[in-house]
Structures are given as C-alpha cells and as structure tokens.
C-alpha cells in the first residue's frame, strides 16, 4: 500500500515569510493529490487539488506542486500570515480509483508574527 | 460549514460497551467516509461507501462496523469498546466523481473509560 510521508516536525516561519511543506509517496503515482488544512479539534478542509498531468496549481496565497518522478508534492503559502497557522495534509486515492483517501500524518505549521 | 453533520458530538463510555456514530452527508452527495484519528496516529481510513455500497476499506477492525443506508445517512458502530478506542472519529462527503474533494464533519469525540 502507499505510504505518505510529511514532515512530522512543527514548521516555524517569520510572518511574511514563504512557508514550504513536503508531501513524499511511496509506489505508484496516483491520478491526483489533494491539500488540507486542519485546526485544532476540527475536520480538515480541503485547499487544493492536483492532477497528475498537472505541475503546478495556484490559488490566492497557495501554491502546490507535483513531480510524478521524485514522488513528491511541494505545498507554498506566500506571504504567510498567523492565521495560517494549522496543520496541513496531504492525501492521496491509493486504491486507484475506488476512493480510499488516504492521508499523511500532516505538518503542523506555526506562522510567528 | 461542510454540509456534513455528525451526531453526536462527544461520546463518553464504558470498556466493552456499543455505541453508534451518525453522519448525514451533504446534500446530493454519494459517498460516505469514517476516518478515526489519535494523537499519535494520524488520520487513519477506516471505510468507504458508495451510494450504499461499500466500496474501499482501510485497517477497521471487526469489532466495528458500517453502513449507508437508502437515504444515504451513514452510521459506524463501535462494539466491545477498548480504552484505545478513544479517538476522534470523522466523516466525510464527497460527489459521484473519482477525483472529488472530500467534505469533512466536525467529529465526534469518543472518550472510552
């Protein structure tokens, strides 16, 4: 089965500051891969999703990236403010197509003002 | 707000015991997902159904148990309750597509003493 890795380590970045957050996978490529945000005690929302013959998707502030080669998503928030401060997943289908959203243990990111 | 609702909120049980978790969808979506995460686990995919089919299946243990029913409101029940079980328990929507971004509730808080 796949197995999603992320930073388990807090990120802490200087407001204002890119903040830049790996998501690596194991095995096959998936078609796509999405981004959430999750707070404190709440279910994640979702931000993005990216296709696998997609490099690069934008969306405001965030930027995600996928490199089917390395096996490797990048997620940006520029210009990054305290509000987003969360823990952000990745998640992939590993079933190939049947759904079964799978998501990494997530990177908790602290935007210091 | 997702448009996911999760009854009930917080649970507060006995070792061994049975309880039911609920979760109506979003309206018009099909699927349905259970996702129960710890401290120290993650978020973890429990199970998957499909216009009440189920449909994808992740590590649940069989001590619990699903369904969707034929109005698409699932519940997962919970039996023989462990200390370990303790956990907070997601649901998510998502459309009829492959490739669709899930709709997470607010939880609900299982506490097993």
């Known amino acids: 089965s796949q197995k999603i890795e992320q930073n388990s380590e807090a990120l802490n970045i200087q407001e204002g500051k890119t903040a830049t957050l790996t998501c690596n996978y194991t095995?096959?490529?998936?078609?796509?891969l999405q981004w959430y945000r999750q707070d404190p005690g709440r279910g994640p929302v979702f931000l993005l999703l990216i296709r696998e013959n997609e490099k690069e998707k934008r969306k405001e502030r965030l930027k995600v990236t996928f490199d089917t080669t390395l096996k490797q998503s990048l997620f940006h928030i520029t210009a990054s403010q305290p509000a987003d401060s969360a823990t952000y997943l990745c998640?992939?289908?590993?079933?190939?197509?049947?759904?079964?959203?799978?998501f990494g243990t997530g990177t908790k990111l602290q935007v210091i003002p | 707000d997702s448009g996911v609702t999760q009854t009930p909120k917080h649970l507060i049980t006995a070792t061994g015991q049975r309880v039911t978790l609920r979760c109506s969808p979003r309206s018009g979506d099909l699927s349905v997902y259970w996702y129960q995460q710890s401290l120290d686990q993650g978020l973890q995919f429990l199970i998957q159904y499909y216009n009440g089919e189920e449909r994808a299946k992740g590590n649940i243990l069989e001590r619990f148990s699903a369904q969707q029913f034929p109005d698409l409101h699932s519940e997962l029940n919970l039996s023989s309750l462990e200390l370990g079980d303790s956990a907070l328990y997601f649901c998510?929507?998502?459309?009829?597509?492959?490739?669709?971004?899930?709709?997470f509730g607010s939880g609900t808080q299982l506490s097993v003493l």
């Open positions: 095995n096959y490529s998936p078609a796509y």
């Open positions: 998510a929507s998502s459309g009829r597509g492959t490739n669709e971004k899930l709709f």
């Open positions: 998640a992939l289908d590993e079933s190939g197509g049947y759904q079964k959203v799978t």
